[in-house]
């Protein structure tokens, strides 16, 4: 069994995140960029199927300019078998990502499919949903367990929702979205990522998985979060009781 995992370049969740000038997006440039969190547990995911016994392959897949192939070396350093790149200089939007994951299924013909349940940077949280909609699979979303049934060709979900938790039974190929207590993923080694360097990398274009680029959704503007107030501080009781009901009137 093939498993397909999405990964993502982003800003570093540890960078302080700039503003530009123009509030036409964030400043990238001389920034530092990791793998997105939750593509990381999804790595992670895959890679411990594998190591069961469940699955016979991974293949990690970035989508974006040349320097995303340093995400997919890392994706690789972490165990994925093999990596493709489509590389794009063009924004991707998740209906875009969504396409070419579709069309590239056709290709590799994965049973499963382990997406981040979304992105740091855009926080979109519609691709892995996206994809199960084109290819008209199952989806479990927000996955905070996965069990996987090889001669039933099942899989078992456990999701976080508002509620606690709810269980879903897919059958395979399915679509699953982590969520961020699904595991804690382990770091690349250094020998691992030397073999990282000679582990295959197959390119594709947009054009030639035949998904055109064209913008769905417009910026406005991007602008800093407001600063927070100055706190105060309150000699008694009654004091803070007078202001949280005049002043915040919160009660």
């Not at 499919?113 to 519609?126: F, H, P, S």
Request: proline share 6%; hydrophobic share 40%; charged share 25%.
């Amino acid at each position: 069994m093939k498993i397909m995992v999405a990964i993502k370049r982003v800003i570093d969740y540890a960078v302080k995140i700039r503003v530009k000038p123009d509030k036409t997006g964030v400043v990238t440039q001389n920034v530092k960029m990791s793998m997105n969190p939750f593509c990381e547990i999804a790595l992670e995911e895959a890679l411990r199927i594998r190591e069961s016994g469940l699955a016979s392959e991974v293949v990690a897949v970035t989508m974006g300019p040349s320097q995303c192939l340093d995400t997919l070396r890392t994706g690789l350093a972490m165990g994925a078998d093999r990596g493709i790149h489509v590389e794009s200089t063009s924004a991707l939007h998740p209906l875009h990502v969504a396409k070419i994951l579709r069309n590239l299924v056709e290709i590799e013909k994965p049973s499963l499919i382990i997406l981040g349940k979304q992105a740091i940077d855009d926080d979109c949280n519609q691709t892995g949903q996206m994809v199960a909609g084109l290819l008209n699979w199952p989806q479990g979303t927000f996955a905070s367990k996965v069990v996987l049934d090889k001669e039933k060709k099942e899989v078992t979900v456990d999701r976080e929702v508002d509620d606690g938790i709810e269980t879903v039974q897919l059958n395979l190929p399915a679509v699953i979205t982590t969520d961020l207590r699904l595991n804690q993923p382990r770091y690349a080694t250094l020998p691992n990522i030397m073999k990282a360097k000679s582990k295959p990398i197959k390119k594709f274009t947009p054009q030639e998985l035949n998904v055109e680029i064209k913008p769905d959704l417009e910026i406005v503007e991007v602008t800093e979060p407001p600063k927070r107030k100055a706190g105060v501080m309150v000699s008694s009781v009654d004091e803070l009781i007078h202001k949280l009901k005049n002043e915040a009137k919160v009660i």
